[in-house]
């Protein structure tokens, strides 16, 4: 699930039917999540995992709380349920997510990589050796965070004079690489 967060954190959901948007987790309503903007009332709520379409589907939020919402949580919560009045669900359109790291709003393999090493999160750092991945995933990660990884594009930077070519397509490694459906492809 920390690779999926941190995935997620380089774009944002348009809402249209609700159902691939988590209410909590994803960022569709405002800059941050909600579990961001309202860290007391998402400690409180029994459903995490729901969908916006989950919490939408009736008139009143269907949110339950393991406790009482008094006070302060109160107000958070009059001022969330007020935010959401503007919300419509469409029914014949899915949910699109946007990538932001790339002006055309689609992923990239670079972008990606790019925004990696150029974050400035202490998660990555800190947490990383505490990951339950395996070891070499770590290592690996590790690398990349510091922008050492010897790509035969990068060796090629540092006057190397090996093959530079893809084992798989026979040109020159300086294109992007995509990984797509388990096989590797250029453009």
Known sequence: MKVKNDFLKFGSFTIKDGSQI???????????????QYPQL????????????DVLSTPLPNVSWRRDLI??????????????????????EDDEFRW???WSGTFSVKSHYLGLIN???PSLNKDLWKMKIPLKIKIFLWYLRRGVVLTKDNLAKQSWHGNQQCCFYHENTTRNVVIYDENFMTF
């Open 22 to 36: 988590r209410f909590w987790e994803d960022v569709w309503l405002g800059n941050r999540s909600l579990r961001e």
């Open 119 to 121: 974050q400035n999160t």
């Open 42 to 53: 998402y400690n409180i709520t029994r459903k995490k995992q729901d969908t916006v379409a």
């Open 71 to 92: 006070g302060n949580k109160l107000v958070m919560w009059n001022n969330l349920i007020s935010r959401l009045t503007t919300i419509e669900l469409s029914q014949e």
């Open 100 to 102: 932001k790291l790339d």
